[in-house]
């Protein structure tokens, strides 16, 4: 299993509700992503977890809470989001987080704020 | 500072032309370079990558070498296929940490 599967596809949500995003690997990874991505751009880094802990948070307002469960489970909790926001979170995963390693990326989430 | 520099787009090609996408970086060190593709409503996946100079990364057809003296990685293919259309983004490891740090990104469409 080569996958990152990240649930849902598309999210829509207003200024006032809370979700999550849901990424899961089964690869035995023990780093993982959040990137941000708006149309048209490259994907920015927001969040890095190193063996379940938070080793990077590239300054995300905190609207933006990650959080890691365990080695395969990564979560993103969304509150009092803004328009802005709106864009393709993508998850990946790497074997143990150094540079030269290849990024496994899940298909991402689509949100929309309304 | 630390950037990379990709060649603008969108670039259109027809079936069986030749391909290359620049790709120039700026560094501290010897960072490892990547090439990777994004699909239409997909995640990024790997094309190739090179850890050290002189590498030369390939895959399904395309290839980048590692050019320290020119500070490059262009992204080359002998002959493209309607199915190579897609975003494709250069990148740059960091020297330290884990932090990609990715070119703007070259749309790439490919013409019967």
Same mark, same amino acid.
């Given at each position: ?8 596809? =598309? ?7 809370? #979700? ?5 690997? =089964?690869?035995? =990874? ?9 149309? #048209? #751009?490259?994907?920015? @880094? ?10 990077? !948070? ?14 395969? @489970? %990564? !979560?993103?909790?969304? =509150?009092? %989001? ?5 864009? %393709?979170? %993508? ?19 689509? @949100?929309?704020? @309304? | 500072?630390?950037?990379? &520099? ?10 069986? +032309?030749?391909? *290359?996408?620049? $790709? *120039?970086? *700026? +560094? ?22 090179? &850890?050290? +100079? ?35 983004? $250069? ?9 990609? *740090? ?11």
């Amino acid at each position: 299993d080569t996958e990152v599967t990240q649930t849902p596809k =598309h999210l829509v949500m207003g200024m006032t509700n809370k #979700k999550s995003l849901k990424c899961e690997q =089964h690869m035995g =990874h023990r780093a993982m992503y959040w990137y941000k991505q708006k149309a #048209k #751009k490259p994907p920015e @880094l927001m969040f890095v977890y190193s063996y379940e802990k938070l080793s990077i !948070n590239e300054s995300v307002p905190s609207r933006f809470s990650p959080e890691c469960p365990n080695s395969s @489970l %990564l !979560n993103l909790h969304l =509150h009092a %989001l803004q328009p802005e926001d709106s864009a %393709l979170y %993508l998850c990946a995963s790497s074997r143990t987080g150094t540079t030269n390693e290849k990024l496994f990326f899940g298909s991402g989430t689509q @949100l929309s704020v @309304l | 500072g630390n950037s990379v &520099t990709q060649m603008e787009g969108p670039v259109t090609l027809s079936e069986e +032309a030749f391909l *290359t996408i620049n $790709c *120039t970086y *700026t +560094a501290t060190g010897y960072p490892s370079l990547f090439w990777y593709v994004q699909y239409p409503g997909e995640g990024l996946q790997l094309l190739l990558k090179a &850890t050290k +100079a002189d590498d030369k990364g390939s895959n399904k057809g395309f290839e980048a070498t590692y050019r320290k003296e020119t500070t490059s990685f262009h992204l080359e293919k002998g002959s493209v296929q309607v199915s190579d259309s897609a975003v494709y983004f $250069c990148a740059r490891g960091g020297t330290s940490g884990s932090r990609l *740090t990715f070119g703007e990104g070259t749309q790439l469409t490919v013409n019967p």
